[in-house]
C-alpha cells in the first residue's frame, strides 16, 4: 500500500480526515512464562511459553470542515474500528490483524481538528504468502507456529490419501481437498468433508524447514507472522 498512513480494513485514515501521529507504538508480544518450580532449591523447570498479542498504541489527528463533520467522521471511524477483527496497515510496513482494546477521549485542537487514539491488540504479519511444496517448505516468519491452509488434488482414486499426516478415505482423482488451518475447515469440492478424513489437530507451520507429506503437491497458503 505504500505510504506513510495508516489503513483500517484497507480504508486509509485519510479518508475521515484523519492523520497519523509519527510517534503510534507498536509493544512486543505478550508472554506468559510456564514452568515449574520445586518448594526448596534454586532448579527450575521451564515449561515453555504462551504468546499473546502486541498492543498496538494510535494516536491521530482528524480534520473537518466544520465540527459537525469532524464528529460525524470520527464516528464513523469507531464503527469500523469496533465492527470486530479488523486489519491494520502500519508505516512500518506490516499489517496487523487486530481487535480495539481502548478509545481515548477525544481533546479539541480547534473547533475543527480532534486528537484522538485508538489502543488496538493484535498479530503483525506480512501478506499471505502461497507456494507448492513437494514434501517440504521452508515457512517466513517467526512465531513458533503458524496456521495454514493445505491443498492437494489426488492424481489417482484411492481408497486412503494422506495429507501432511490426515487420512482421508475414498478419494477420486481430480478431487480439490482442502484442509483449512485459518477458518478450521476440512472441505472436498467445496463442500464440508470432516467425517471423511482422521483429522486430529489441523497443520501449522512452524518457522523454517516444515515438512508436509503427500504423493501429490500440496499448495501452502499462510500470512508469515511474528514475535
Known amino acids: 500500500m505504500g505510504g506513510i498512513t495508516l489503513y483500517i480494513n484497507h480504508i486509509p485514515l485519510s479518508q475521515f480526515g484523519g492523520k497519523l501521529r509519527a510517534n503510534y507504538t507498536v509493544s512486543g508480544s505478550a508472554v506468559t512464562a510456564d514452568y515449574y518450580k520445586p518448594r526448596d532449591g534454586n532448579a527450575f523447570i521451564s515449561l515453555g511459553s504462551r504468546i499473546g ?47 480495539l482494546q481502548s478509545i481515548g477521549v477525544p481533546q479539541q485542537i480547534t473547533p475543527s481538528i480532534l486528537s484522538c487514539s485508538y489502543v488496538f491488540l493484535g498479530i503483525q504479519h506480512d501478506k499471505m504468502v502461497k507456494a507448492v511444496s513437494n514434501g517440504s517448505l521452508q515457512a517466513q516468519g517467526t512465531l513458533p507456529k503458524m496456521d495454514c491452509i493445505l491443498s492437494a488434488s489426488p492424481s489417482a482414486d484411492a481408497e486412503k490419501y494422506v495429507v501432511a499426516g490426515i487420512t482421508f478415505t475414498n478419494v477420486h482423482q481430480g478431487d480439490q481437498i482442502v484442509i483449512d488451518g485459518i477458518t478450521k475447515r476440512i472441505l472436498i469440492n467445496g463442500g464440508p468433508a470432516a467425517q471423511r478424513c482422521d483429522i486430529i489437530d489441523f497443520p501449522y507451520l512452524v518457522p523454517g524447514d516444515n515438512t508436509i507429506s503427500c504423493i501429490d503437491p500440496v499448495t501452502v497458503q499462510y500470512y508469515p507472522s511474528y514475535v
Open 53 to 99: 498479542l502486541k498492543t498496538i498504541t494510535l494516536p491521530f489527528d482528524l480534520y473537518g470542515s466544520s465540527p459537525r463533520e469532524t464528529k460525524r467522521n470520527l464516528s464513523a471511524l469507531d464503527a469500523l474500528c469496533l465492527s470486530g477483527k479488523v486489519e491494520l496497515y502500519l508505516p512500518d510496513g506490516f499489517y496487523y490483524t487486530s481487535i
